[in-house]
C-alpha cells in the first residue's frame, strides 16, 4: 500500500514543480490549485515525454490506470448495491470527496462514468419486457409500480455503514500518507543540499535567512518613522505583514500558536489578554527558541519553565505598555521564533474586538481597539487573516463587517473558521457551514476560505496533541467528510500553507517599490548635506559620540604625560590653590588668637597647639585632598575645553560637561593617601627654623602678598557692606544707598575712629564700647542694634589686623640677623608663614605625585566605564549629542544602512527563487 500511494506521489509531485510551478511563478495560491488539478496528468504526460525517463513514464500510467480502475470498481459496486433511484440521489454526493485527493479532470471522468451508467440502469430498469422460463421477453406490468423489499433495504444499509467505515479509513490513511510524504520531503531537502555543498553548511549557518533580514528591516523601519514624528503615513505600515484580526475570545491567539508551533502567549478565561499588538518573526531554525527583538536572551520553547517564563514576560510587557489610565496600548511587542520547518512570515497579533466596554476598562477602549485594527489593516500590501468563532452565531460577528469594510474586493484577505468541532457538537447545521466557508453568509470575500481546530480548549495541551486532534476530527467528522470541501480548505497546515505564500508574494511585488522610494529620500538628503555642510563628515550620534569618547580618554591619559604640564608647573597651581583654602583658618583662627599674646614665646606655643591640632584632625589631609580634586578636574576641564573637532566641538559640550559632574561626584582619593599627607605634614609644622636669609626672604614675601590680596578682599567685603559711597557710583552710575547701608556706613566710621585710637584693640568688642556707639549714632539720628554693630565691627577689625600684621613685614627685613641677638626682633609672624609655607609646599608635592602616578590612571578607568555604559543607552546620547547637523546626519546614515539592508535582502530574495 505505502509504495504503491508513495512513489507514483512524488513523480507526480515532481513533475508539477518541474513544470507547472516556472509557468506561474507569479500567480496566487489558489490559483495555482486550479490550475494544477486541470493540468496535472497533462504536464506530467509532457514531462516524462521531454524527458525520456522509462520509469516516469511507467509510473504516470500506472497511476492512471489504477485510478480508473479504482474509480470503475466503485461505480459499479455503488450501482449494484444501491439501485438507480438511491444512486441518483446518493451515490455521487457520498462519494465526491475523491475530488479532492484526485485533480479535477479525472473526477470529472468519474461524474461523466456515473452518468452514463445511470442512464443505462434507467434504460434497463424502465423495460416492460421480462424474461419467462424458455428464455423468451415478456412484460411485467408490476415492475415500476413495486416497492423495494424490507430485506433489500437492510442489506443496503449495511451496506452503506460499510461503505462509510472503508471511507473513512482510507480519508485517515491519505491523510497518514501526505505527512509522512510531507516529512520525506523535508528530509529530501535537506540531505540534497548537504550532499551539494558537502561541508559548506556548517558555515552557511551563520547567514542571515529572509525573515531575519525581513524582521531588520522593518525594525529600521520603525525606527526611522519613530524619529521622523510622523502620527500618519508611516513608512513601517506599507511593508507587508500578516494581520491577525477577530472578535474577543475567537481563537486568534490559538490559531498564531499552531502557527508557531509552541503555546508562547499568556491566556486567560473569557477575559482580555492580548492587549498591545504582538509582533510575532517566524523563521525556520535548528532549536526551537524564542526571544525579543531588544533582547540577547533566548527561550527554550520545548520547556515548559521556560515557556511560563516567556508568557509572564509577554504579559509583563503588555500591562507596562498600557499607560494614562488605558485599556490597549498601539505601542508593538516584538518576537522572534525559531524552530524547524517553520514557516517564515511576520504576523501581528491584535487586540480581539469587544461588543461591550465592561467595568474596569476605559470608556474609549473598544474604538481604541477598533481604530487599531483599521491602522494596520489600511496598509495595503497586508494580509488580513480574518478569524472567526465558528461555534457562535454568524450575526454576532463584528470582525467581518470591519474587513469587508477595508478589504471590500477580498484581494488582501483570508478567512479562517476556527472551533468547528464545537459548531458541529452544537448541531449547527452542515447547510450553515458550507455557506460561510464558501464566502455566501457574511458581507465579504476572501482569497480562500479555511476551516480549523485549535484544541479542546485544554491549557495544558500540547501543540502535537492539537494537531494529531486536528487530523481526527477532519478524518472522521459527518459534516467535512461528504465532501463539501475541498482537502485543502482544512487544517492550520493548509492555511498556514497559502498565508505563506501570499506574504511572501506581497514581499516580491512591494520591495521594488520600498527600494526605489528610499533611492529617492537618499539622494535628497545627500544633496542636503552637500549644500548645507560642505566639506564636512558625516557623522550621526554614535559616530559623533565614539569621535568625543576617544578624544576624552587622551586628554585624561595626557594629564600625566602633557608636555605643557610641567611638575613644577602642577606644584605650583597645587600651591596656590592650597593658600585659598588654608588662608581662612591660618588667619582668622591660628594669628588672630596668637597676635592676642604678649610675648614671642606665647605667641609660638599658641600657633603650636593650634596647627597641631589642625593636622591631628585630619581636617587639614582632608582639604588638601579637596584641592587635588578640584585641581584635577579643573585641569581636565580646561583640556577638554580646549579639543579641536571641528564643527563638533560646540556639540559635545554637554557631554563633556555631564562627563566632569559625574566623575566628581563618583572618584574618590585612594584612602592610603590620606594618612600620607598626615604624616608629611605634622612632620613638616615641627619643624621651627629658618636656616637662611633666603628662606627668610622667601617667607616675608609670601607674607606680604598673601596680606595685601587679603586686605585688599577685606575692604571690598566692607565695600559691599555699606554700598555705594562714592560720587562717582552715586552720579555716574545712578546707585544709592539703602536705609541699612547706610546704617552701617555709620557705625563703620564710628568703629573706624575707635580702632584708630586704640590700634592694639582686641578682636573682640566691649558691651560698654557698643553702648557708647549707640548713644553716639542716636544723637546722630541713627538707630541701630548690638547684632548690627557686631556684625559690621567683624569685618572693619579684620581689615584693621590684616594692616596691622602687614606692617611687621617692613619691620623685620632684617630680623633674621637681629632675632639672634634680641627676642624683641624675634618675629615670630615671619616664621608662621615659613611654616605655612612649607607646608604648602610639601603638600603640593605629595598630592603632584599622588595625582600622576595613581589619580589620574584611576580617573581613565572611571571615566572609560562611564563612556561605555553611555555606548549602550541611546536615550542618554540622545539627551548629551543634540543639534541640527546631529539630526541630519543621523537621518542621512540611517537612509543609507536601509537602503542598503534592502538591497540585500533584494538580492537574497532573487537568488533564492533562481
Not at 438511491?86 to 485527493?101: C, I, P, R, T
Not at 491567539?253 to 498591545?276: D, K
Not at 609670601?702 to 557692606?721: K, N, T
Not at 618675629?827 to 605625585?849: D, G, I, K, N, S
Amino acid at each position: 500500500m505505502y509504495k504503491l500511494l508513495y512513489r507514483p506521489s512524488r513523480s507526480l509531485l515532481g513533475c508539477q514543480k518541474a513544470i507547472i510551478r516556472p509557468c506561474y511563478k507569479n500567480v496566487s495560491y489558489f490559483q495555482r490549485q486550479r490550475i494544477a488539478r486541470n493540468n496535472l496528468f497533462v504536464a506530467s504526460r509532457q514531462y516524462a515525454n521531454s524527458s525520456g525517463n522509462v520509469i516516469t513514464r511507467f509510473l504516470v500510467r500506472t497511476v492512471k490506470r489504477a485510478t480508473w480502475t479504482a474509480g470503475f470498481v466503485v461505480v459499479t459496486g455503488g450501482l449494484v448495491i444501491m439501485g438507480y433511484r438511491s444512486l441518483k440521489a446518493q451515490a455521487w454526493e457520498k462519494v465526491s470527496w475523491v475530488e479532492s485527493f484526485y485533480p479535477s479532470n479525472i473526477a470529472k471522468g468519474m461524474s461523466n462514468g456515473y452518468d452514463r451508467l445511470s442512464e443505462w440502469v434507467k434504460s434497463w430498469s424502465d423495460s416492460d419486457e421480462t424474461t419467462d422460463g424458455s428464455g423468451s421477453r415478456v412484460q411485467d406490468s408490476n415492475s415500476t409500480a413495486g416497492t423495494i423489499p424490507m430485506a433489500q433495504a437492510s442489506d443496503k444499509e449495511k451496506d452503506y455503514q460499510s461503505f462509510k467505515q472503508q471511507e473513512t479509513k482510507w480519508r485517515k490513511k491519505v491523510l497518514e500518507l501526505q505527512e509522512r510524504i510531507a516529512e520525506l520531503e523535508t528530509e529530501n531537502r535537506e540531505l540534497q543540499l548537504s550532499k551539494e555543498m558537502g561541508g559548506a553548511i556548517r558555515k552557511r549557518r551563520g547567514k542571515r535567512s529572509l525573515i531575519e533580514m525581513y524582521t531588520d528591516i522593518l525594525n529600521l523601519l520603525t525606527e526611522f518613522d519613530a524619529k521622523s514624528n510622523q502620527k500618519t503615513g508611516k513608512i513601517v505600515d506599507q511593508l507587508p505583514k500578516v494581520v491577525v484580526v477577530g472578535d474577543q475570545s475567537a481563537g486568534k491567539t490559538s490559531v498564531l500558536e499552531m502557527v508557531a508551533n509552541a503555546r508562547i502567549f499568556p491566556r486567560g478565561a473569557g477575559e482580555m489578554m492580548t492587549r498591545s499588538p504582538v509582533m510575532v518573526t517566524l523563521s525556520e531554525g535548528e532549536r526551537q527558541i524564542a526571544r525579543f527583538s531588544d533582547s540577547l536572551r533566548e527561550y527554550d520553547l520545548t520547556k515548559e519553565a521556560e515557556l511560563k517564563e516567556l508568557r509572564s514576560e509577554i504579559e509583563g510587557r503588555m500591562k507596562a505598555a498600557v499607560k494614562g489610565g488605558q485599556t490597549v496600548s498601539s505601542e508593538p511587542i516584538s518576537v522572534r521564533i525559531y524552530g524547524p520547518q517553520l514557516k517564515r512570515m511576520v504576523l501581528v497579533d491584535l487586540p480581539g474586538i469587544i461588543n461591550t466596554v465592561t467595568t474596569g476598562m476605559a470608556a474609549d477602549t473598544r474604538d481604541a481597539i477598533i481604530r487599531m485594527c483599521r491602522q494596520y489593516m489600511k496598509n495595503p500590501n497586508a494580509i488580513i487573516m480574518c478569524i472567526q468563532d465558528g461555534s457562535v452565531d454568524a450575526e454576532r460577528s463584528i470582525v467581518t463587517d470591519l474587513v469587508s469594510q477595508v478589504d471590500p474586493e477580498g484581494q488582501r484577505t483570508i478567512f479562517v473558521l476556527t472551533k468547528v468541532d464545537l459548531a458541529e457538537n452544537q448541531g449547527i447545521k452542515q447547510e450553515k457551514i458550507k455557506a460561510i466557508l464558501e464566502g455566501k453568509l457574511f458581507p465579504m470575500k476572501a482569497l480562500g476560505y479555511f476551516a480549523v481546530v485549535t484544541g479542546r480548549g485544554n491549557k495544558s495541551e500540547s501543540i502535537d496533541a492539537i494537531q494529531r486532534y486536528e487530523r481526527e476530527y477532519f478524518a472522521t467528522s459527518h459534516v467535512f467528510q461528504s465532501g463539501m470541501l475541498l482537502d485543502s480548505q482544512l487544517s492550520t497546515r493548509n492555511m498556514v500553507n497559502a498565508v505563506n505564500e501570499e506574504f511572501w508574494k506581497m514581499v516580491k511585488d512591494s520591495i521594488d517599490e520600498q527600494t526605489v522610494m528610499f533611492s529617492g529620500v537618499k539622494y535628497n538628503l545627500e544633496a542636503g548635506w552637500r549644500n548645507r555642510f560642505p566639506g564636512e563628515r558625516v557623522l550621526d550620534r554614535n559616530d559623533l559620540f565614539e569621535v568625543a569618547k576617544a578624544d576624552i580618554l587622551d586628554e585624561i591619559a595626557g594629564l600625566a604625560y602633557h608636555k605643557k604640564i610641567e611638575p613644577a608647573e602642577w606644584e605650583s597651581l597645587l600651591t596656590k590653590e592650597l593658600w585659598k583654602e588654608v588662608a581662612p583658618y591660618v588667619l582668622d583662627n591660628v594669628l588672630l588668637n596668637a597676635r592676642q599674646r604678649d610675648t614671642a614665646v606665647e605667641f609660638n606655643t599658641e600657633v603650636d597647639i593650634s596647627l597641631r591640632k589642625w593636622a591631628d584632625s585630619l581636617s587639614l589631609a582632608n582639604l588638601c585632598i579637596k584641592v587635588g580634586r578640584d585641581t584635577m578636574f579643573s585641569v581636565l576641564a580646561d583640556k577638554l575645553e580646549s579639543m579641536k573637532n571641528g564643527r563638533y566641538h560646540l556639540l559635545t559640550k554637554d557631554l563633556r560637561d555631564f562627563v566632569i559632574q559625574s566623575i566628581k561626584e563618583q572618584h574618590s582619593w585612594q584612602t592610603g593617601n590620606v594618612e600620607q599627607l598626615k604624616y608629611v605634614q605634622v612632620t613638616t609644622l615641627e619643624d621651627k627654623d629658618i636656616r637662611t636669609q633666603a628662606e627668610w626672604d622667601s617667607a616675608l614675601k609670601f607674607m606680604s602678598d598673601s596680606l595685601s590680596i587679603q586686605i585688599e578682599e577685606a575692604s571690598r567685603d566692607l565695600q559691599e557692606l555699606k554700598g555705594p559711597t562714592s560720587y562717582y557710583d552715586r552720579w555716574l552710575r545712578w546707585q544709592s544707598q539703602s536705609k541699612m547701608q547706610e546704617t552701617y556706613q555709620h557705625i563703620a566710621d564710628e568703629l573706624a575712629k575707635a580702632l584708630q585710637a586704640e590700634p592694639a584693640h582686641n578682636y573682640q568688642i566691649s558691651r560698654d564700647e557698643v553702648t557708647t556707639i549707640q548713644r553716639v549714632l542716636k544723637h546722630k539720628g541713627v538707630t541701630c542694634s548690638l547684632e548690627d554693630i557686631q556684625h559690621v565691627w567683624k569685618h572693619v577689625y579684620r581689615g584693621h589686623f590684616l594692616q596691622e600684621t602687614l606692617q611687621v613685614v617692613g619691620k623685620c627685613q632684617r630680623g633674621f640677623l637681629l632675632r639672634q641677638y634680641d627676642s624683641k626682633h624675634a618675629c615670630p609672624e615671619v616664621v608662621l608663614f615659613w611654616r605655612v609655607q612649607q607646608l604648602m609646599r610639601r603638600c603640593a608635592h605629595t598630592l603632584r605625585v599622588q595625582l600622576l602616578d595613581h589619580e589620574v590612571r584611576q580617573l581613565e578607568l572611571e571615566v572609560k566605564s562611564m563612556l561605555d555604559t553611555i555606548t549602550a543607552d541611546n536615550e542618554k546620547k540622545r539627551e548629551l549629542l543634540q543639534g541640527e547637523v546631529i539630526d541630519k546626519a543621523e537621518r542621512l546614515k540611517q537612509v543609507r544602512l536601509i537602503q542598503e539592508k534592502l538591497g540585500q535582502f533584494r538580492e537574497a530574495l532573487r537568488q533564492q527563487h533562481r
